[in-house]
C-alpha cells in the first residue's frame, strides 16, 4: 500500500501506517527527519521543486528524479506500506505515487489509478511534468498524461490530506 501526505503529516501517517518505506520528493530535503522506524535505507530523498518547465533557480524534475524514484520503488518489498510526501502532498508526491502505482501494477489501467488518486484526495494535482517523465520511463506511451487530463484539476488547497492507494 502506498500512502501520501505533506511533510507536516510524515511522522503521523509513518506512525499510522506502519510504513517501512518513505521517499520524499520536494526542493529543501534537507529539512526532512527520517521517522525513527524507518532505516536510514528506506528513506530516498530527491530535490526537486515543484515546476513543470526549467526556470533559472530552480531545480526542475528530470528523468535522473524519475530513475531514482522508480529504482527506489521497485527495492521496496511491499512488506510494509510505503509513505510518499512532498511539501504540501498535492502535487510531487502525488504524482511520484502515480509513477509507483503504474510501475507496480503494469497492466492495470492508468485512468483507474488516476480515478482512484482523485476518489482519495479532491486536493490531488499530480505535477504534469513528473508525470510524463514517468509515462516515458514506463512505456505507458501517454496513457498516464491522459489519465491525469481524465482526472481534471484538484481543487485548490494549501495542504493536502493524507491518503492512501491501494495496489490491487
Same mark, same amino acid.
Given at each position: ?24 520528493? +520536494? ?36 528523468? +535522473? ?29 502525488? #504524482?511520484?505515487?502515480? #509513477? #509507483? ?7 492495470r489501467d492508468e485512468t483507474s489509478i ?29 496513457? +498516464? ?24
Open positions: 500500500m502506498i500512502h501520501v501526505c505533506s511533510l507536516a503529516a510524515l511522522p503521523d501517517t509513518v506512525k499510522s501506517t506502519g510504513a517501512s518505506h518513505v521517499l520524499t520528493v +520536494m526542493a529543501n530535503v534537507d529539512q526532512v527527519q527520517r521517522p525513527v522506524s524507518v532505516l536510514p535505507a528506506n528513506h530516498l530523498k530527491v530535490q526537486m521543486d515543484d515546476i513543470t518547465e526549467q526556470m533559472d533557480g530552480f531545480v526542475a524534475p528530470c528523468n +535522473m528524479h524519475i530513475e531514482q524514484v522508480l529504482n527506489f520503488v521497485r527495492s521496496w518489498d511491499r512488506s510494509a506500506p510505503l509513505v510518499v510526501h512532498c511539501y504540501a502532498g498535492i502535487s510531487r508526491s502525488t #504524482a511520484s505515487a502515480f #509513477a #509507483a502505482a503504474c510501475l507496480l501494477n503494469p497492466h488516476a480515478r482512484q488518486i482523485r476518489a482519495a484526495s479532491p486536493v490531488a494535482a499530480p505535477n504534469r511534468l513528473i508525470v510524463s517523465l514517468a509515462d516515458e520511463a514506463l512505456g505507458r506511451e501517454g496513457r +498516464m498524461l491522459r489519465a491525469l487530463d481524465e482526472m481534471g484539476p484538484g481543487s485548490m488547497n494549501v495542504e493536502g490530506r493524507p491518503f492512501r492507494i491501494d495496489l490491487e
